[in-house]
């Protein structure tokens, strides 16, 4: 009761739990497909080369979650098309997407005026510190998640399932994976405030890889873990808030606890 009654009584408190269930719904989508196509090595890449941008966005003054959009989508094209054209050691150029993205970053602060005060927050995240500006930008991107994956449904089960069979049956595959891609990139770009560039991954798997435990089924593993998701971020919200540490450490050790936990019942009920 007390903890309903803070969410009426403070503004940053009804950012929060908004972010939470806009954060649960893209991570719960986005997670069943890059942990399925193990592309989660990629979304590493990707998250961290957004750091690039919100360091140009403290140096030129305009809005870092922006500059983080850019760079992650950006980043997304360059690292599909590594990955699509094969080429050699690809994983090579892949991290020096991670590297330089990073480097970027602390160049950019270091040549803006001052030290940005809330640069801790894109980096480990702080689900508190959501304004209406970030909640706005949060939704338009997971409203544009949803519609995407609902309006080509069908098509990401033929392509999960098998590639080549989805391709036959008339399938672009080709920009399915780009699709795939910069949909990971603005779910990261939804997820930075609540658990932070560093922590973004663990977010994204955990619900997912819970989901997997229980069913099979392509619709209903992204629903579960939309649910496991939001427990997950609710409770690490008011979990950071009374316990004044960060949101994101609170959220992914939380779901990682209990993704442990439900892992091990069920390689025991197994017999393994």
Known sequence: MQLLKAITQYQFLQNAFAACIMASVVCGIIGVI??????????????????????LGYLLGFEPILGALLFSVSAAIGIGYINRKGYQRSEILISLFWSVG???????????????????????????SVTKIDLYLMAALSFAVVAIVAIFFNHWKAYLFDAEFAEIL????????????ILIALSIVVLIKAVGIILVLALLTAPAAF???????FALRMLYAI???SIFCVSGLFIS????????????LLSSLCFAVAYAINQISLGK
């Open 211 to 217: 989901s997997a435990l229980l069913t099979h089924r």
């Open 170 to 181: 008339g399938i672009k595959t080709s920009v399915l994976e780009y699709l795939i891609l």
């Open 102 to 128: 990073m480097a970027l970053g602390i160049l950019f602060v270091a040549l803006a005026p001052g030290y940005p005060p809330e640069l801790s927050t894109y980096l480990f995240g702080n689900i508190l």
């Open 34 to 55: 890059t942990t399925e196509k193990k592309l989660i090595m990629l979304s590493g890449g990707i998250a961290h080369t957004s750091y690039g941008g919100i360091g």
């Open 241 to 252: 808030y009374y316990a004044n540490i960060a949101s994101g450490a609170s959220i992914v």
């Open 227 to 229: 649910i496991f998701g």
